[in-house]
């Protein structure tokens, strides 16, 4: 029987096996479905990493090279090219070419397999299924890892991050990135990504615009984008037609939640990931944490929030089972969730990390119970693309409201 089994080794499952070990736990074992540790950090090449954990930029593999080095040190267990296929709370089973398929029972588990990219079918854009067409993150991968320039001529639909940083890094690579088209009125990607990637760049990033129609059909001819009305629909005569190679689709991340699904994890509808209390559990002594819990901008929170995943799975593993109160965190206007959904009642200084719903200038968060506000915070502008952080610095003893308030 181990004392934790961590699914996923990229910056959450690392942080969460550092800080188990550290919390007293000696018999853990990560298991890394890719042959090396450390997730999606190894493919992001760009620079931009833990400038809040270390005060430095990093790129994505020093960033992750820190903590499996932290790892190796502690000569905490990682299994790679091993991949878990099932989950029962307590019971782990994983596939490999050495062990075949293996079922080990385990105290506790932590979730850490991150997300996956929206795929195009999704989309109903209409067109062949020509070659030409990549997620953001596979162009990523063939470019960054397997050394394949994807395109040469390169219309991106999407303003996520991972699409904002492939505009550039495909200009650097000799490619013309013509333009990239988001469906929203907002970017989806953080400032500094819309600054250092597109505007630096002189590249067009036509806010309320979508893809109509793709043209080729062996391999991507053109790309006609339009724009949308309020309601997402095209608008007749706005349509643009860029001469094109490649199209890149960055629209949106999906938490990896199969396996929360067959362990019986209550998920939620906004997130995609498992719905937790302040302690990152979602039950049975299962935990989650990082993209897996819910999509975040920047990968020092994954770590922070790992971290403390970590040390609370490895006190459950110690203690026990104890029965707790709970109380609710609701979202009102302008929030679209938060992180926990539910508190451990009496905890204090809990962090809550949310999303807001539109682009907000000037507005507040405020935290009520009972319509008696126990925090406000102001706040110059609050975008979708970037999640919010908030510390409870009071005693939580009643349901929380969660809400922006224009002023
Ligand atoms: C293109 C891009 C650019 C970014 N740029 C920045 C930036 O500039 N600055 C910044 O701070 N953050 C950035 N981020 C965000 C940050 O890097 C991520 O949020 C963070 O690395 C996610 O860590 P994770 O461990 O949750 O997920 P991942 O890194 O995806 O790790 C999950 C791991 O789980 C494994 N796994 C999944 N399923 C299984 C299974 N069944 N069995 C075994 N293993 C499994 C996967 O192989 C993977 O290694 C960027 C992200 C992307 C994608």
Excluded at 341 to 354: A, H, N, P, S, T
């Amino acid at each position: 029987m181990k004392e934790v089994v961590i699914i996923g080794g990229g910056a959450a499952g690392l942080a969460a096996a550092i800080a188990c070990y550290d919390a007293g736990l000696k018999d853990i074992l990560v298991i890394e479905r890719s042959q090396f540790l450390g997730g999606i950090l190894n493919q992001c090449i760009h620079n931009g990493f833990g400038l809040h954990t270390f005060k430095e930029e990093l790129t994505g593999p020093e960033y992750a090279s820190r903590f499996i080095k932290e790892v190796e040190r502690r000569e905490i267990k990682a299994l790679t090219s091993s991949m878990v296929i099932d989950l029962e709370p307590h019971r782990v089973t994983y596939v490999n070419s050495t062990e075949g398929v293996n079922t080990i029972e385990t105290k506790a588990i932590i979730l850490a397999m991150g997300c996956r990219e929206r795929p195009r079918g999704a989309l109903n854009i209409p067109g062949f299924r020509p070659a030409g067409i990549f997620s953001a993150g596979t162009a990523q991968r063939l470019m960054n890892i397997e050394g394949y320039l994807v395109g040469k001529r390169v219309v991106i639909l999407g303003s996520g991050d991972i699409g904002l940083i492939m505009a550039r890094r495909m200009t650097l690579e000799g490619a013309k990135v013509l333009a990239v088209a988001e469906l929203m009125p907002y970017s989806g990607g953080l400032k500094r990504n819309i600054v250092q990637c597109l505007d630096d760049f002189n590249i067009p990033l036509l806010l309320s615009h979508t893809v109509v129609n793709i043209e080729g059909k062996e391999r991507v001819e053109a790309v006609t984008i339009a724009k949308v009305d309020s309601s997402r629909k095209p608008i007749k005569g706005t349509e643009k037609r860029f001469e094109c190679d490649t199209l890149l689709l960055s629209v949106g991340l999906l938490p990896e939640n199969e396996l929360s699904k067959k362990a019986g994890l209550t998920l939620s509808p906004v997130t995609g990931g498992p719905i937790v209390d302040n302690s990152f559990s979602a039950g049975d002594g299962i935990f989650a944490c990082g993209n897996v819990l819910h999509v975040h901008d920047l990968v020092d929170y994954v770590s922070e929030e790992a971290a403390l995943a970590g040390s609370q799975a490895a006190k459950y593993v110690k203690e026990g089972f104890k029965e707790k109160e709970y109380i609710k965190v609701s979202t009102g206007f302008g929030v679209r969730y938060t992180v926990p959904q539910y508190i451990q009642k009496g905890c204090e200084d809990v962090m809550l990390r949310f999303r807001v719903t539109d682009i907000f200038k000037g507005s507040s968060i405020v935290i009520s119970s009972k319509g008696n506000v126990l925090k406000k915070i102001k706040r110059q502008v609050m975008s979708p693309g970037e999640m919010e952080s908030v510390k409870l610095n009071f005693k939580a003893d009643e349901d929380i409201l969660v809400e922006v308030v224009n002023e």
